[in-house]
């Protein structure tokens, strides 16, 4: 992976910009659209020179806030200026090599499954990485594991961000814990002369922690003196150095023996906060996006809670497809404007009763996000000399409610339904170890108890998941959906999520997401739906005829990109080596559906599109139309 030294790396092999050309044709239809993203001058003329562009110089932002990157092209030498708060060249190799990776995780994985019949689970260490998230429905890997050392409350949250990655992969995953140890300062450790754990009470208090924060294994590193480590690290992390150690291990797996199933089906212990988009950095300055943008589009985060003192973790995604009551947003500048503004519009645009979104810090380039834009002013003001804190003006609507205003009787923060906006350039305190966000807790916006569909109890949520989805990898999506009473059971608290799914079964879904009113009713239980979905255009001359038949996979992709609208018909479908069994009726929604990211391939490179859809596969794809 991309750690430490080497984030701001810039790989430039040719068999890497073979890949990277891949990437960009599956993003852009030509490279017209490449220049028009990444705003480069001179124009670039074809994909193979635009992945040989390395960047070499940033400017500093001159008083109309404006910059530019220098890139160079590596065979050529010529050089090309790029818009550093609109063009998307670094963001975009960024994505694209974590894409790559990633598709290389998933290949790796397969490869060792072929051999061994285990779930593979990567190591990770506590930031985002999109290499990280699967988004296969199945193949690839099964899980992450942290690294995680030190108080408990930091190993809590080290917890929580891994926890985050899986939050956004397709189906469940495992969580565990591939190396923990009580300090990650190994010349400190070994120092104190406290190898392994002090106490038996010290190890139960860590482990819990961990578990509570949702994690389901531990892998503690290591267990003896290795001689290939040896010296201070072998020495200070030993448990064989301590004996104790494992005595009071065993206690510890009784107890788990005992609590099996609070364990194994309890949710994490907190309600889960995001913030979006999430920001990709370590300890080492620059990090991977400051080494080429200048990174005033976003706020600087790392370990972040809700509120001072013991508030919920706040992690970090960038999807905003998160089960989660509260998402915090900040955007402040392009080019993340541009990059992520648009799904936050989709949200706001139809924002669901369960879901908060609180927009904190500056905008500074009013218009690229209209549904957030229209609350803000280019006014800022001062408000406390001593922090030099400034605050940007808001204009509320007709339905808006001021929570905040200056000295002045001017609002910088306001309510807008479940829309919340704090608009101060100060609201994230300073301490890394310790951060919080200011403000909110005393508006409010943390308590979301009260929302619609949210969480409640670990008995109701145990209560509310079906017999026969433990285990399932959609089985986090259908509990997410049975909660918010879009999809419901069989029977007998059983889903049957491999079981056909009808299209009239498949339409109900999808029009009790989109909100469809009207419809004709009859004596058949799906007329109105039916009925509704016809209105809007989303069935075949086929599916309208048979409700009662099974839907297929190219079906079922049609549905939902008419409910969403074709507007994304660039995907290109030779990426299914199937493709040509597509019915030439539905292949422009097909690419649509697919380039939405609403449905996905096959591991073994296939669509099928003649399958009959699962159950467990359409409540996924409706779950994500959501966000999309």
Known sequence: GFYNSNESTRIADAEFNILFIEWLKKKYSNIQAVNDAWKTEPKLSS????????????????????????????????AYTVDTHSGSAWNDYLNARDDIFLEFNNKSADSLKAHVDVPVVYKHCSVQRRYFVNKNEVGGFEGLGSETYGATGKMARATAMTGSLLDQMTRTGWQVITETNTEDNVMGKYESGEWSYPSEEDMFERFTGMLDAGTKGIYDFLLQDRPDIGGALGKAYS??????TITWAGHFNEMLEENIGKYAYERASEDKFYFYPAHTNWWFNPTERTAVQLGDDMMRIAFLRANEGKGNHVSQTDSLDVDSRLIFVNIQDGPYSNIYGPALSKLLQNQPAYKRICIIGHRNDLGTIPEVDKYYTNEKAVIDESTGESVQILKPTATSEVLMSTADGKPWALKDGELY?????????ESETAGYIRYVDELGITDVKSLKGAKGTTEQAQASGFDDIKGHWAESDINYMKERGIASGVGDNKFAPESNISVAEFIALVTRVMGYTGGTDDDMWYAKAMSQAEENGLLTEDMKNNPERNITREEM?????KALGTDNSDFDLSVYSDAGEIDESMISEVKAASGMKLVYGMTDGTFRPKDNATRAQAVVIVKRMLTA
């Open 47 to 78: 994909f193979e020179e635009a992945v040989k562009l390395i960047p070499v110089y940033t400017s500093q932002k001159d008083e109309e806030n404006n910059s530019y990157s220098i890139f160079v092209n590596d065979e050529t030498g010529r």
């Open 421 to 429: 906006i704090v608009a101060s350039d100060k609201i994230i305190n």
């Open 557 to 561: 992709a049609y549905a939902a990109a």
């Open 239 to 244: 448990w064989i150095s301590s004996p104790d």
